[in-house]
């Protein structure tokens, strides 16, 4: 039987009963409490402990659920504490979060936001849990609970448990009706989201959801090109005559590449998304952003593989500059999703304050690296006089 994970995060020492409490709590109810202290908790050896906890987040939480006490435990490398980001991953997963908070520590709130100096040492161990409680509830705007004792925790769940079951039944029925079974294993919630409300500018979020959903798939392989991970040399290129035309080939490469996006932005993109007046082709509008991030997929991959390559030490200057001719291309690419959601947030902010004229404009710049280019055409320049 499948049963739904619930992660709870919060510190774990001051904390610990109320935890135990909430593991025997979710058992009971027929699902997998997810905490750090229990045997059943995933991890990889290979990992430390706070990449595990937030893969746990990632990777298993269906249900979130955030107690804040008057700890805020140790921090890491973000400068956040260990808490703080599960909360960020779970966010940025889009699962249902429960926030409950020690009533103590939210009624300082008032008196810390008008002196933010003074000494808090009594109530918490560090003021970033302040801060913290402010990030949820104005930031995210998050709806909290405040608590003193378990019980009143376990009594809100129960009530909001039975509300979400209500819901999915709903919802189950509405996305049923109105979610071709094409998209049931290929969008992130987010985007499902957006079909199944269908809310007026429904069809730009949907555009700017999925290309961002596609691209990030891709942050690994972007790591990789970031730090110059290399974990294999495809190419051994110790003779003059063949580099050439292997040279050739992977400028070839990068230009299919930049002329297939061009083409896909321009023409298969305003195909998929209709005359005005007429509903945009969703299967075609995620065609376009699975092959946009396929294209920065393929030539993220080209890039390592040409800097990856083995030749001569006096034909290595050629090898680098063909490698950083696609370095503002790749920076380009990766933007651009990032920029459409920023920009859709501020459509939407201008259609909820009443401008009903908006209108959504989109303007991709693809540059080669002027310099790189120039070093790798002098150099092969020279290449070609001497194979002459």
């Known amino acids: 039987m499948n049963k739904l994970n619930i992660f709870v995060s919060s510190t774990c020492y001051d904390l610990s009963q109320i935890r135990a409490d909430l593991f025997d709590f979710i058992e009971n109810l027929g699902n997998n409490p997810i905490l750090s202290e229990y045997l059943n908790f995933p991890v990889n050896p290979a990992k430390n402990t706070i990449t595990n906890c937030i893969d746990a987040v990632k990777d298993s939480a269906d249900i979130f ?14 400068g956040k504490s260990i808490t703080n980001s599960e909360f960020l991953t779970a966010r940025n997963k889009g699962i249902p979060i429960y926030v409950f908070i020690l009533k103590s520590v939210l009624n ?29 509830r104005e930031d995210n ?55 199944l409300e269908k809310e007026t500018l429904y069809e730009i979020e949907f555009f700017c959801q999925v290309m961002f959903d596609e691209i990030v798939k891709f942050e690994d392989l972007k790591n990789d090109y970031d730090y110059g991970i ?11 005559i063949a580099l050439a035309p292997w040279l050739q080939q992977r400028i070839h490469i990068l230009s299919n590449a930049v002329d297939s996006l061009t083409v896909l ?52 200057i050629l090898r680098d500059s063909l490698s950083k001719i696609s370095t503002s291309l790749i920076q380009q690419i990766w933007e651009f999703p990032h920029y459409l ?9 201008r259609h909820e304050s009443g401008e009903t004229n908006i209108n959504f404009k989109m303007e991709l710049t693809l540059n080669l690296d002027k310099e790189a280019l120039a070093i790798y055409n002098m150099e092969m320049d020279k290449l070609l006089n001497r194979l002459k």
């Open 141 to 195: 705007k998050i709806w909290s609970y405040e608590f003193e004792k378990v019980q009143e925790i376990t009594n809100i769940l129960k009530s909001q448990f039975s509300f979400l079951f209500k819901q999915a039944l709903s919802l189950a029925q509405k996305f049923k009706d109105n979610i071709h079974p094409f998209f049931y294993d290929r969008l992130s919630n987010k985007a499902l989201r957006v079909i």
């Open 230 to 240: 290399i974990l294999d040399s495809k190419s051994v290129i110790t003779d003059e």
């Open 265 to 316: 932005m321009n023409t298969v993109y305003k195909k998929y998304w209709g005359e005005p007046g007429i509903p945009a082709d969703l299967k075609g509008i995620f065609y376009v952003a699975q092959t946009y991030a396929k294209i920065f997929q393929l030539i993220i991959n080209s890039t390592i593989e040409t800097l990856g390559a083995v030749v001569d030490s006096e034909f290595s």
């Open 341 to 349: 959601i920023r920009s859709f947030e501020e459509i939407e902010k």
């Open 108 to 136: 300082v709130i008032p008196i810390w936001k008008t002196n933010k100096s003074a000494d808090y040492s009594s109530v918490v161990d560090n003021t970033a849990i302040f801060e913290f409680i402010c990030e949820i």
């Open 65 to 78: 659920i955030l107690v804040i006490g008057n700890r805020y435990g140790n921090t890491v490398n973000n």
